[in-house]
């Protein structure tokens, strides 16, 4: 039973898909949730915000799967892990659990016409959610990411880092295992090749001097073909394991009305572009942007697996 558990909350987003939660169930039946350090982001998460809201993110899935079960799930305080769970009986189903292995990234453009607007109508609203619609302002954040992104990717310390994540080709021995593929990225193999050139060192500044970096990596086209984007924000004190915890519920209620999602999480971790959303959109000094997702209905496909890790990697 424990290691289903595990195998159904490994299905749980993390950041650039590292999947640092390890687990462990001790002799007294306690399961111990544990980091697996070589899976931080030093550049990209040097505070271990994205780390931990990762962890908080697994933790509801193990909840969520649990609950199918009749299992209840009580979580505790670390003392030198992550955190403890008590599973015992008493545990009921939540609607959102049907949907954690159907909860999928699609970072190609989305469908138009009724059905997403239908969608978007069946959303639950939350005061942690800002649901942007109109189309201007769907472009004003498409161009904020996009200058946000840039900044970034100059950086050649983060580009370097989350390169070592993308997996562009189909040889990479991690291909379906972690990390962002090709085909989770909505890449063809020639925009795979095409991006493990424009991103390699010197190559991308030089392309930045004559004015060719931004266009190469730009989104706005793809973001301005959602039908909302929603901007989630949290009290500014919350810890990020909570955050995490009510982020995958969050994406999941997506996934329930029927509407694909993309984070946009630069839009957050861009201190520049994060006080500009939260100004223009009236999210108060109390509150911190986490990330804002682009919304819509994605075209008809087959859902492959998901890349994770195997169970004896995540067992430990």
């Known amino acids: 039973m424990f290691r289903k558990l595990v195998a159904e909350a490994a299905l749980s987003p993390s950041v650039h898909n590292t999947q640092p939660t390890r687990w462990r169930l001790t002799p007294d039946g306690q ?51 992550v955190t403890r769970l008590d599973v015992g009986p008493g ?7 049907a949907f954690l292995a159907q909860r999928r990234t699609w970072r190609g ?10 969608a978007l109508a069946r959303l639950e609203r939350s005061d942690d959610v800002t649901v942007v619609q109109t189309p201007d302002e769907v472009a004003r954040l498409a161009d904020l990411y996009d200058a946000a992104s840039l900044r970034w990717f100059r950086n050649a310390p983060y580009r370097a880092e989350l390169v070592s994540w993308m997996r562009l080709s189909r040889r990479h021995p991690s291909w379906s295992l972690d990390g962002l593929n ?23 500044e030089g392309l930045d001097r004559i004015g060719l970096a931004g266009a190469l990596v730009a989104e706005a086209a793809v973001v301005r073909s959602a039908s909302a984007i929603a901007l989630f924000h949290r009290p500014a004190g919350e810890a990020p394991f909570e955050t995490g915890r009510r982020f995958h519920r969050v994406w999941l209620g997506f996934t329930q009305v029927g509407l694909s999602a993309s984070p946009m999480a630069v ?10 959303v939260q100004a223009d959109f009236g999210i108060g000094d109390d509150r911190r942007l986490i990330t804002a997702f682009r919304l819509g209905v994605a075209p008809a496909r087959d859902l492959t697996p998901k890349p994770r890790l195997p169970l004896d990697t995540l067992i430990v």
């Open 109 to 118: 453009k989305f469908e138009q016409g009724a059905a997403a607007t239908a």
């Open 267 to 276: 839009l957050a971790d861009d201190v520049e572009a994060r006080a500009r």
């Open 182 to 204: 090709a085909e989770a990225m909505q890449m063809s193999a020639i925009e795979a090749a095409g991006a493990g050139l424009v991103l390699r060192p010197g190559v991308f």
């Open 31 to 81: 399961v111990e949730v544990l980091q697996d350090d070589s899976r931080r982001l030093a550049i990209g998460d040097p505070e271990g915000r994205d780390l931990n809201v990762s962890h908080g993110s697994a933790v509801e899935g193990f909840c969520l799967v649990s609950g199918l079960r009749g299992l209840a799930v009580e979580v505790r305080p670390g003392g030198g892990v």
């Open 91 to 97: 545990g009921f189903a939540d609607p959102l659990a």
